[in-house]
């Protein structure tokens, strides 16, 4: 099923370790992982979860989820931000598998949008 546009779509979590969060979550729960070298992984819950990934590149996020939303057009998203008030954190960069930035909304709350659109798979 294609992502909802502007909706909730991904959740990241800053870790110490990727390695022995996978292994908390897998015996406490039964997800399922996918490796991204050693400091990510994502991770699925099952049908009825919200997929996400574990970080461990960043130690000033542990402890800070980030909430991801997903956007068929990026830079139309960003522009949707700034407009609204938000501060770009990050501007646009890639990743495997898509792109992404981050913002801030007018509280301060750190969040990211990403796309797949137009990113060989």
């Not at 402890?63 to 991801?68: E, W």
Request: negative net charge; charged residues 20%.
């Amino acid at each position: 099923m294609p992502a909802r546009d502007l909706s909730i779509n991904y959740v990241e979590f800053g870790v110490r370790d990727c390695a022995t969060t996978k292994k908390f979550y897998g015996d406490a729960f039964g997800w399922s992982f996918q490796d991204w070298g050693d400091d990510y992984v994502s991770f699925s819950p099952g049908e009825a979860g919200l997929d996400g990934g574990f970080s461990s590149d960043d130690p000033s996020t542990i402890g800070r989820p980030l909430v991801i939303l997903y956007s068929s057009d990026l830079e139309a998203a960003l522009a949707k931000v700034e407009a609204a008030g938000g501060k770009i954190l990050k501007p646009i960069f890639s990743f495997p598998g898509g792109r992404r930035f981050h913002f801030a909304d007018p509280s301060g709350n750190e969040l990211a949008i990403w796309s797949d659109v137009g990113v060989a798979h």
